[in-house]
């Protein structure tokens, strides 16, 4: 497709479960964002990779959040022993390497956890 | 410590009337900032840019201000439509550093234009 494609749209989980999320960003875009917006607030910086390499992984909240993206293309979100404050939509952007700023989303994949 | 602040939560316009929308950040490193625009169950997107050596942008019907000095810049859409009407979020970035795509959203301001 032509744009950020995500999966799963919407998943359901129970506290403690493992949950992947996956992105498939548009191609020939090197930088790839993951991004998580809760309910009533703008997006949220997680991770930022360039290429195949996490070039900036600040924004994860805990050791629980791990992500790849092993061949520079399409990249896991990966969350361990969830938590119901874990619940959000996961947000997905990628870039052309040099294109200050301006990201193209995905629609996001909500997380909920019981 | 929220670094973008949109502190209007909502405005309601008329169609035809111009709509304002508000952004005040406090990271004096940010020197890049952007507006995006995001309908229900979409992913945000890009609206318009402005770097810091200038004080305004235009596109179209879109114009962003920027007054650095007060760590203000503001979103004008003249005349607004009823297919404006969504949630626009404000962000910041450092495009001189290694992350530029690392923005720093506001929360967000839903704007409704009537018919």
């Known amino acids: 497709g032509a744009g950020v494609s995500q999966t799963p749209s919407n998943k359901v989980t129970e506290k403690g479960k493992y949950v992947e999320l996956r992105c498939d960003p548009i191609?020939?875009?090197?930088?790839l964002y993951w991004y998580r917006q809760s309910l009533g607030q703008g997006p949220e910086f997680l991770i930022y990779?360039?290429?195949?390499?996490?070039?900036?992984d600040s924004g994860l909240p805990n050791d629980r959040f791990f992500a790849v993206r092993p061949e520079g293309s399409v990249s896991t979100l990966k969350i361990q022993r969830t938590e119901r404050g874990d619940s959000a939509v996961y947000l997905c952007?990628?870039?052309?390497?040099?294109?200050?700023?301006?990201?193209?989303f995905g629609e996001g994949s909500r997380l909920t956890v019981l | 410590d929220q670094q973008v602040k949109q502190n209007s939560p909502s405005l309601s316009v008329q169609e035809g009337r111009i709509s304002i929308l508000n952004c005040d950040y406090t990271?004096?490193?940010?020197?890049?900032f952007l507006w995006y625009k995001k309908y229900p169950a979409e992913g945000p997107t890009f609206l318009i840019s402005?770097?810091?050596?200038?004080d305004k942008n235009e596109d179209g019907r879109f114009t962003v201000f920027l007054n650095k000095s007060a760590k203000h810049l503001s979103l004008h859409i003249v005349p607004s439509q009823p297919g404006d009407s969504a949630v626009y979020f404000c962000a910041g970035t450092n495009a001189g550093g290694t992350s530029y795509g690392k923005l720093t959203f506001g929360q967000g301001t839903i704007l409704t234009v009537h018919p």
């Open positions: 191609s020939g875009h090197t930088a």
């Open positions: 952007a990628s870039s052309l390497s040099g294109s200050a700023g301006e990201l193209f």
């Open positions: 990779f360039q290429g195949t390499g996490a070039a900036d």
């Open positions: 402005i770097s810091s050596i200038k």
């Open positions: 990271n004096s490193m940010f020197d890049y």
